[in-house]
């Protein structure tokens, strides 16, 4: 079972940077395309920025140019690199990978970890 955690989170002020990880464990055959998604209160979770296998990278509109993902392979972890903070970047951000199943009929899988908050003062 593959698991994902992500680390990060925080307090920070109009203007400034956080980077936040997910860590990814477990069985793994293979894993598709990573995203990191994000939630805040009231609001349906959207799309912040996903990577491919091959490092293709896609951003929501209000993420292009102040936010960064990637991933190391090796290490077993996303990253989400946020610069210029806004107050309204102020939600919980969830890791997601799709997941190739370690059985028949091996489907590629949506796997989501616990979130973790971020909240930018203004």
């Known amino acids: 079972q593959v698991q994902l955690a992500e680390s990060g989170g925080g307090l920070v002020p109009a203007g400034g940077s956080l980077r936040l990880s997910c860590a990814y464990s477990?069985?793994?055959?293979?894993?598709?395309?990573m995203g990191w998604y994000r939630q805040a209160p009231g609001m349906q979770r959207e799309l912040v920025a996903n990577i491919t296998r091959d490092e293709t990278t896609n951003y929501a509109n209000s993420a292009k140019g102040r936010f960064t993902i990637s991933r190391d392979n090796a290490k077993r972890t996303l990253y989400l690199q946020m610069d210029s903070l806004k107050p309204e970047d102020t939600a919980s951000y969830f890791c997601?990978?799709?997941?190739?199943?370690?059985?028949?009929?091996?489907?590629?899988?949506?796997?989501w970890g616990q979130g973790t908050l971020v909240t930018v003062s203004s």
């Open positions: 997601n990978a799709d997941v190739l199943e370690t059985r028949p009929p091996y489907r590629l899988l949506p796997v």
């Open positions: 477990g069985s793994i055959l293979f894993i598709n395309s």
